[in-house]
């Protein structure tokens, strides 16, 4: 379809994620959306381990639901994600592009050569001789696996973008309060910290559902379908029995301390930002009792994100199962927004 706007293309740990909106006079309305399930082990920390079931599984997306569009947007993640606050010269996009790696190189834990490297402004440069911004590095091999899954599925990449943006795209609330969006994924945990949409700290926590119930098996002496079970069904909130309680508390403990830990850096670093408001996304953010769970741990706000409120019109989607597929799609609604603006 000439003039579509690619589609936001969420390759997960558990599911690889799509979601379509077309551009209308009253904003962005969504057009279709679909999902489809990974075996164990396909993606592993957001690293494609088997690229020959990605690309079947996007196929398979493809022909099950109605995608008016070939085009896409790739979210990536990584545990080597590396998102820092710098300076760099003042240049025009296209040569700094190409100045970035020398500019760079010694402020980076991965060599420059094995990196996709981005900018991204937090000022307008105006004429200073430098300019302000976050500098993204994620390792090369893994954007180019996915990338190749997705062209060998028939598709055409038009870009790839960093998943915690898609998040702020999505999922931010603009107002004077410092808030975190935290989306819990199957193995890995994005937050994304921000004022007003300005990004103050990005990170990737190699954290997520999965070890939540591998926690609980190993703490209640069940098999891990069981703890998924209990964990789904129960979560913090028991089954009546305390001991399920306990397990369930001890096993987003770590979690919890990851994001302590952030929120602590960011109150006593340079920004001396304080964050008021926790917004949950992400299939294992809807363990029962999590969001009441965090609040009373680290004593802010606590709720759960919109990630369709710049999404007009979607009753039609909502009436086909949109309204259960929202949680877990803040990553994908994100991508297709940054396409479309």
Not at 64 to 91: C, D, Y
Request: aromatic share 4%; charged share 20%.
């Amino acid at each position: 379809m000439a003039g579509a706007i690619p589609i936001g293309l969420d390759i997960g740990s558990s599911t690889i994620r799509a979601v379509e909106v077309r551009r209308t006079k009253e904003g962005y309305t969504l057009a279709a959306f679909g999902q489809v399930a990974l075996a164990p082990g396909t993606v592993t920390g957001g690293v494609i381990q088997d690229p020959v079931a990605v690309t079947g599984a996007i196929k398979q997306l493809w022909t099950t639901h109605k995608f008016g569009t070939k085009h896409v947007v790739i979210g990536v993640t990584n545990p080597q994600l590396v998102v820092r606050e710098m300076s760099v010269a003042n240049l025009p996009a296209k040569e700094l592009r190409q100045a970035l790696p020398f500019q760079v190189k010694d402020a980076l834990p991965l060599a420059v050569e094995k990196a996709v490297l981005d900018f991204y402004p937090l000022e307008e440069p105006g004429s200073n001789p430098t300019v302000r911004g976050l500098l993204i590095a994620t390792p090369k091999d893994a954007v180019l696996a996915a990338v190749d899954a997705a062209q060998k599925a028939g598709l055409t990449v038009k870009g790839v973008d960093l998943a915690s943006f898609a998040l702020l795209r999505a999922a931010s609330r603009l107002d004077t309060q410092v808030e975190a969006i935290v989306d819990i994924g199957a193995e890995v945990t994005s937050v994304v910290v921000h004022a007003d949409g300005e990004p103050l700290i990005v990170r990737t926590v190699p954290r997520g559902g999965h070890e939540i119930t591998a926690a609980m098996a190993t703490r209640l002496g069940i098999s891990a379908q069981e703890a998924e079970m209990v964990k789904c069904r129960f979560g913090l909130h028991g089954d009546g029995n305390p001991v399920t309680v306990e397990a369930a508390g001890e096993a987003v403990r770590p979690i919890a301390s990851e994001l302590r830990s952030s929120f602590t850096y960011l109150a006593s670093g340079e920004r001396q930002k304080q964050v008021t408001r926790l917004a949950l996304c992400g299939g294992s953010a809807l363990m029962p009792g999590l969001a009441e769970h965090l609040q009373q741990q680290l004593g802010i706000t606590v709720m759960y994100a919109d990630s369709a409120s710049r999404l007009r019109d979607t009753r039609k989607g909502r009436e086909n199962g949109f309204d259960s597929f929202v949680p877990s799609a803040a990553v994908s609604i994100g991508l297709t927004l940054g396409a479309a603006a």
